[in-house]
């Protein structure tokens, strides 16, 4: 099972960019999918989450600008990022909790990421 993630690239300022990002394998279920970021120097960081039945969270710094949105049957999670800046500059992770079986725990995968670069 593996998470791959899309998407990303070069974008002017004010520009917007879709990441992607599916879960491949063996997957019985999937829980809380989402997003991270890291900046060059800086911590990784929470972007957006979004859970099965379509509740989202999002953080401070992209409410407005950025829509989560999942495909349940494609086991497929999306971050649709719009107005961006050069603030957004970052390798975009996504993550996922994942039940391989019926009964089992859930556990978090995590994609290599993606890079997002905006241009002033």
């Known amino acids: 099972v593996q998470l791959q993630a899309s998407g990303g690239g070069l974008v002017p300022a004010g520009g917007s960019l879709r990441l992607s990002c599916v879960a491949t394998g063996s997957i019985f279920s999937i829980n809380r999918m989402g997003w991270y970021r890291q900046a060059p120097g800086k911590q990784r960081e929470e972007v957006a989450f979004i859970y099965p039945g379509g509740a989202t969270d999002y953080a401070d710094s992209v409410k407005g600008r950025f829509t989560i949105s999942r495909d349940n049957a494609r086991n497929t999670v999306y971050l649709q990022m719009n107005i961006l800046g050069p603030e957004d500059t970052a390798v975009y992770y996504c993550?996922?909790?994942?039940?391989?079986?019926?009964?089992?725990?859930?556990?978090?995968?995590w994609g290599r990421g993606t890079l997002v670069t905006v241009s002033s």
């Open positions: 993550n996922a909790d994942l039940q391989y079986s019926r009964g089992d725990p859930f556990f978090r995968s």
